[in-house]
């Protein structure tokens, strides 16, 4: 049986994660399943360790949501794309979870990579509006 003060203390934790996530938009889905089941009273010992978890790594500014597990690639709510926190793309958001978003995202990350490699910043601009593929040059 859980104490009041662990009781307390998760549900602590879960208003916390809610307003350091913009109300849970800022999760993964997984991870808002874990809230909601948390709300509803139905974590074991494990589940309440994950919550505490995902409450620290969100305040230790370690916790990110890779948009299609690329890392430094992220996108927000409204399908505003990210890398590195810089704009760089913008995709519907019912469209972006799709198999044809995942190569438009995989290109964008390539592209972020090489203009990274050139030393240029990497926004939307340089991205997508100006976008040509680098030559290769043949020794």
Request: aromatic letters at 10%.
């Amino acid at each position: 049986m859980k104490t009041r003060r662990k009781q307390n203390d998760l549900i602590e934790s879960c208003l916390a994660i809610l307003k350091l996530s913009s109300g849970g938009a800022d999760l993964l889905q997984e991870d808002r399943l874990l809230l909601d089941l948390a709300k509803k009273g139905y974590l074991n010992e494990k589940g309440e360790a994950a919550v505490f978890e995902l409450h620290k790594s969100i305040l230790e500014e370690r916790y990110y949501c890779w948009f299609h597990d690329i890392p430094y690639l992220t996108i927000d709510t409204n399908g505003y794309v990210y890398w590195k926190g810089q704009l760089v793309e913008s995709f519907k958001p019912r469209w972006a979870q799709s198999s044809p978003a995942n190569k438009h995202a995989n290109e964008i990350a390539r592209r972020c990579r090489i203009l990274e490699k050139k030393g240029i910043a990497c926004d939307l601009r340089a991205v997508v509006v100006e976008w040509k593929e680098p030559t290769i040059r043949k020794k």
